[in-house]
């Protein structure tokens, strides 16, 4: 029988909380979510394999049709199948979120490593502006940016949430890069000619990188999302464009017409993939967070 008259205050806990976080770390892997995901993309980039029909084809004769084995998720108000319209537009909301996210972080890199390594004037006023930036909401930006571009189509929607979703890991890396910048090798590669673009690619990007992922995975999220809310309200990607969004876009007749499928299936996608874009994001942020913790 174990004997507890002397048994140190607090010790019985601080065995159970190691247990306990050594089973949360366990349990936040996020094994699941990378698989889902891994599922939907490659669905996406073999498209061509899974489809069952041609997703553009409007088949008049079938519109609004229920789920069944010839349509397998069913047919939209303008008779195009579902399920091959899910895997073509999934690859067009997809390459919208990556594609952004990569304008959006080699902005928010070069300009927070700017602002790191500058005079303590210079950074001050690239702070307060990018402050100013972000307190305006994005979608606004997105509006009005996509109206003076014009008809919106993959690239320009692409460049326009790119151009205004930065912000947030710019603050990061500036900070992140204001710890290393007096570091022995940057000062080392500056006294040898190093110029800005060659110290921030080869010492400071490794040095922060691990920190903005998970931002990084975020800002796809909200690409994803900002193109779905875009076309639900109608400014965003055309009908013939097919993408979450545009299929999303038609939700107004699908519920005039009680047709559940052509906003349920597409939305099911949709937030799936948000959720498992969400939960990796975290793992990424709680990982890079104990590693911070441990140094």
């Known amino acids: 029988m174990r004997d507890t008259s002397f048994e140190i205050v607090g010790q019985r806990a601080a065995e159970e909380g190691k247990g306990s976080v050594k089973k949360k770390w366990y349990q936040d892997k996020p094994a699941i979510s990378m698989g889902i995901l891994a599922v939907i993309l490659l669905g996406c980039l073999f498209a061509e394999v899974l489809m069952t029909k ?3 084809y ?3 004769v079938n519109y609004n049709k229920a789920p069944d084995r010839e349509f397998l998720f069913g047919t939209d108000t303008m008779g195009r199948d579902i399920f091959s319209m899910i895997w ?12 952004s996210t990569a304008i959006s972080t080699v902005i928010a890199i070069v300009i927070g490593a700017f602002s790191g390594v500058a005079p303590q004037w210079l950074d001050n006023l690239i702070m307060r502006f990018t402050e100013i930036f972000l307190s305006i909401p994005s979608l606004l930006l997105v509006i009005l940016l996509q109206a003076i571009m014009g008809k919106a189509n993959v690239i320009s929607l692409s460049i326009v949430i ?11 890396v500036r900070t992140e890069v204001r710890q290393v910048r007096n570091s022995e090798y940057v000062i080392a590669s500056r006294c040898m000619g190093g110029k800005f673009f060659h110290i921030l690619w080869k010492h400071l990007v490794p040095n922060f990188i691990s920190s903005i992922m998970f931002m990084v995975i975020m800002n796809v999220r909200s690409a994803i999302i900002s193109e779905s809310t875009l076309s639900f309200m109608g400014i965003g990607l055309p009908l013939e464009v097919i993408s979450w969004g545009s299929m999303l876009s038609l939700s107004e007749k699908a519920l005039m017409t009680s047709s559940w499928w052509i906003i349920l299936i597409p939305g099911l996608f949709l937030v799936t993939t948000l959720l498992c874009l969400t939960n990796v994001g975290n793992y990424l942020r709680k990982n890079a967070n104990r590693k911070e913790s441990n140094l």
């Open 58 to 60: 409007m088949d008049l």
């Open 54 to 56: 041609d997703p553009t």
């Open 162 to 172: 790119g151009l205004t979703g930065w912000t947030s890991i710019a603050k990061v």
């Open 88 to 99: 073509y537009g999934g690859r067009i909301s997809l390459l919208i979120g990556i594609l």
